[in-house]
């Protein structure tokens, strides 16, 4: 015959676990961190338990969390020479050697919680290096170093391109181009 299995609340009430609730106040979340012991001296610790557990329906729908990525620098993307040697400055003061960061996208990601921005990571595409400091070949395509992500939490901000003046005139910028693109074809016809 099998020992009846008690609840959470049960085997809690068993300890003589007790919390003074205020008078018309109810617990409305508790976080349990649970030890077993099989034995006197084998603990066995868990992940806490959030209770009441997170059932369907008990996250709005859409989900109020925003996954970001701020593209630093796109792969294929041609800067300056300024802004080249920015972002080797911000990327030392993260902790990345720009020598080992290979051609392609930079990004920041990270999560919004409402008006909260979470941890910020740095994503990017590295050379692997051999113990002696040397570039590895891809051996399955024999074409190129072997390279592989990787995400590095970012301790400093890039700064704003001292040179950017803003949407508003990036717009007119692209409309202006766009109407003398159409000026020309015209022209052509």
């Not at 676990?17 to 617990?27: D, I, Q």
């Not at 338990?49 to 709005?60: M, T």
Request: with cysteine.
């Amino acid at each position: 015959m099998s020992e009846a299995r008690l609840s959470i609340g049960q085997q809690l009430d068993d300890l003589g676990l007790a919390l003074a609730v205020p008078v018309g106040h109810r617990v409305h979340e508790a976080t349990v961190q649970l030890v077993t012991s099989p034995e006197e001296y084998a603990h066995v610790v868990h992940r806490p338990i959030k209770l009441p557990l997170q059932e369907p329906g008990s996250v709005p729908v859409p989900h109020p969390v925003e996954r970001c990525v701020i593209t630093v620098v796109a792969e294929g993307q041609r800067i300056s020479p300024e802004q080249h040697e920015r972002v080797k400055t911000w990327l030392r003061a993260n902790g990345i050697d720009p020598a080992k960061v290979a051609f392609g996208d930079i990004t920041v990601e990270y999560k919004m919680r409402g008006d909260q921005p979470g941890r910020q990571v740095i994503g990017f595409t590295e050379f692997y290096e051999n113990p002696d400091g040397q570039r590895e070949m891809n051996w399955k395509t024999q074409e190129s170093a072997l390279t592989f992500q990787r995400w590095v939490v970012q301790q400093v901000p890039i700064e704003p391109d001292p040179t950017w003046q803003g949407w508003p005139k990036w717009h007119a910028e692209m409309a202006a181009k766009r109407a003398e693109h159409e000026r020309q074809a015209g022209d052509d016809a």
